[in-house]
C-alpha cells in the first residue's frame, strides 16, 4: 500500500476525497506538536518511511515545517513531493532536491488569485489613487468631487518572470487593452503577451513601461535586481508591484527612489524577512501599499489546489505523468520560482 504523509490539517480536508480513490493509502500524519502517526499511533521518522508527500500551505510557518521536511527527507522509500507553492526556490525543497530519484511538482493554481491581486492594485491605484486616498469630506453630499482616472487601455506593462503568474497577469492587462512584455530566460511567442524578451533586454523596456510586475523567483540573478539603478531607469509615473520574492527589491533603494518620486508608486505582496517587521518603514510609507503574502489566498484557491494534489495522487498511483514537474536541475540552480 501507499503511505503518503501530510499534516493533520491537510488530511481533514484532502481524505474524503482520497478514501474513494482506486487504489487505498496509508497515512502518515504529522499534528500540530509535531509529532507522526499512523493510524492515531506515534511513529519515529525512521519508521514513517513514506513514499510520498505534500507539503500544504499550512507548514509554511508552522514551528514543526523543518521537522515535517525531516521526516520526508529521512524516508529511503521518498519518490515524489507535492508543493503547494508556486515556487520550488524555498530552503526546504533544495533539501529535497538534493536526493537521489526525487519528482517535485509544484502549483499553479495560485495564479488566477494573484493575476486579480495585481489588477486590483493597478485599478485601486489608477482609478483612485492609493498614495491620495479619498477624504471624509469627498463622502459629504455637499463635497461633489471629480477626479480623473488614470486608464489601463494604452498602457505599457513589463512583467518579469512569465511563467504561469506573469501569464496570467498578462491576459488580464491584455484584456484591458495595456501592450504586455513579458521577460523569461526562454523568448518567443506567446498568445497573453506582445512581445516576450530575455532578461538581458529588461532595460530597453523599463524607460516606457508603465507598470512593472515582478513574478520572479528568488535566484542569484534576481536578488537586489531592483536596486537604485533600476528603479532610476524607470519612469517616474510608473507602478511597481511585486508578487514574485522579496529579495528582489534592494529595500533602501526603493524607499529612496519613492521619495525622489521615480517610480510613483509600489504594491508590495512579498518582503526579504516575513512578517514584514513592525518598525519597517515600507509600512506607513504614503506611496507603498503592503499586503501580507496573501495575493494568492482567494475562495477559488484552495478548490483549484485540492484538485491537482487529488489529480497527481492518482496519477502516481497510476504511474502516470505528473502535472507541474519541475526538473530537479532547476530546483538546484535554483530557478524554480513562481
Not at 12 to 31: C, G, H, K, N, S
Not at 48 to 72: E, H, K, T
Not at 90 to 101: G, I, K, T, W, Y
Not at 196 to 218: A, H, K, N, T
Amino acid at each position: 500500500m501507499t503511505r503518503i504523509q501530510l499534516t493533520a490539517t491537510a488530511l481533514d480536508r484532502l481524505r474524503p476525497r482520497l478514501d474513494v480513490l482506486a487504489q487505498p493509502l496509508d497515512y502518515v500524519v504529522m499534528d500540530k506538536s509535531g509529532v507522526l502517526r499512523i493510524d492515531g499511533r506515534e511513529v519515529t521518522p525512521e519508521e514513517a518511511r513514506p513514499d510520498c508527500g505534500f507539503v500544504s500551505n499550512d507548514l509554511f510557518f508552522a514551528p514543526f515545517q523543518m521537522a515535517y521536511i525531516d521526516a520526508l527527507v529521512a524516508s529511503p522509500a521518498l519518490e515524489w513531493v507535492q508543493s503547494c507553492g508556486a515556487g520550488l526556490d524555498h530552503p526546504m525543497f533544495v533539501s529535497l532536491a538534493r536526493r537521489d530519484d526525487i519528482r517535485l511538482t509544484t502549483n499553479h493554481s495560485q495564479a488566477v488569485g494573484i493575476a486579480e491581486y495585481v489588477m486590483w492594485g493597478v485599478l485601486d491605484h489608477f482609478q483612485i489613487g492609493a498614495a491620495q486616498p479619498i477624504q471624509p469630506a469627498e463622502q459629504d453630499p455637499s463635497g461633489w468631487i471629480r477626479r480623473r482616472a488614470r486608464e489601463i487601455g494604452g498602457t505599457r506593462w513589463l512583467i518579469l518572470g512569465f511563467g504561469a503568474i506573469g501569464q496570467a497577469v498578462a491576459q488580464r492587462a491584455k484584456a484591458f487593452g495595456a501592450h504586455v512584455t513579458g521577460v523569461r530566460r526562454t523568448p518567443g511567442p506567446s498568445a497573453f503577451a506582445d512581445a516576450v524578451v530575455p532578461p538581458e533586454r529588461i532595460f530597453d523596456m523599463l524607460g516606457d513601461s508603465d507598470v512593472v510586475v515582478l513574478c520572479m523567483p528568488q535566484t542569484p540573478e534576481t536578488i537586489n535586481l531592483v536596486d537604485a539603478h533600476f528603479l532610476a531607469a524607470m519612469k517616474p509615473s510608473a507602478m511597481l508591484v511585486n508578487v514574485g520574492r522579496g529579495g528582489a527589491i534592494d529595500d533602501a533603494a526603493l524607499l529612496a527612489a519613492l521619495d525622489a518620486g521615480q517610480p510613483e508608486y509600489a504594491l508590495l505582496d512579498v518582503f526579504r524577512i516575513e512578517p514584514l517587521p513592525a518598525d519597517h518603514p515600507f509600512w506607513k510609507h504614503p506611496r507603498i501599499t503592503v499586503t501580507a503574502h496573501t495575493s494568492a489566498v482567494t475562495t477559488g484557491w484552495d478548490m483549484r489546489l485540492d484538485d491537482l494534489v487529488v489529480d497527481n495522487i492518482s496519477r502516481y498511483l497510476a504511474d502516470e505523468p505528473l502535472r507541474n514537474e519541475v526538473p530537479i536541475s532547476d530546483i538546484l540552480r535554483g530557478r524554480a520560482g513562481p
